[in-house]
């Protein structure tokens, strides 16, 4: 358990060795572009980073946040759900993609009814292992303090231990809960 420093800050630290110049890497949940930039700043100008939100406003955000920090890594955002990844990613991008994040439940700052859901962040989750490379990390923060999102986060929570592609740790806290795994992708051809 881990009570001393919000998970988010966690999360960033536990991706950073995972992530090098050059790198691709992707967020699943743009949000307010948050680990968008984090992404951003630890791939460089060489890297690339993709982010995915259904919101038009959190994409907004995720762009004016980047262009504050004056970051020069070529960004693509993707209006569509973290669903869709696989079918927007360039099909080159599978198996060489450094690392995923998601940042589920509804936007701060905005309708509250506009929420992630198991579904679609299970088919995202599954989508990831196609794209991930061997010994890339996927970092999700699940919210549990929204309808759906404790449900949510036990499927994600299951999902993870299940996967035996994955090695899991989960990071809890009074609210959200952190799924940090590593991508092993043994027997597997990249982009399988």
Known sequence: ???????????????TPY????????????????????????????????????QSSALDSTRERLRQAACETPLRLHPVSHAEMLHQLPTDLRGRVAAITFNLGYLPGADRQTVTHSESTLAALRQS?????????????????????????????????QEVTLD???HESPGPILHFCTFRNEGRSPGE
């Open 129 to 161: 292992l196609l794209l991930l490379r061997p010994g890339g990390a996927l970092s999700v923060l699940a919210y549990r303090g929204h309808p759906g999102g404790r449900e949510e986060a036990l499927a994600v929570g299951d999902w993870c231990e």
């Open 19 to 54: 992530l090098s110049t050059g790198d691709i890497a992707v967020d699943a949940t743009a949000g307010n572009g948050h680990d968008t930039l984090f992404l951003a700043q630890q791939v460089g100008p060489t890297g690339r980073v993709h982010a995915f939100d259904i």
């Open 1 to 15: 358990m881990n009570v001393h420093r919000p998970l988010t800050r966690l999360a960033h630290e536990l991706l």
């Open 168 to 170: 899991h740790q989960a």
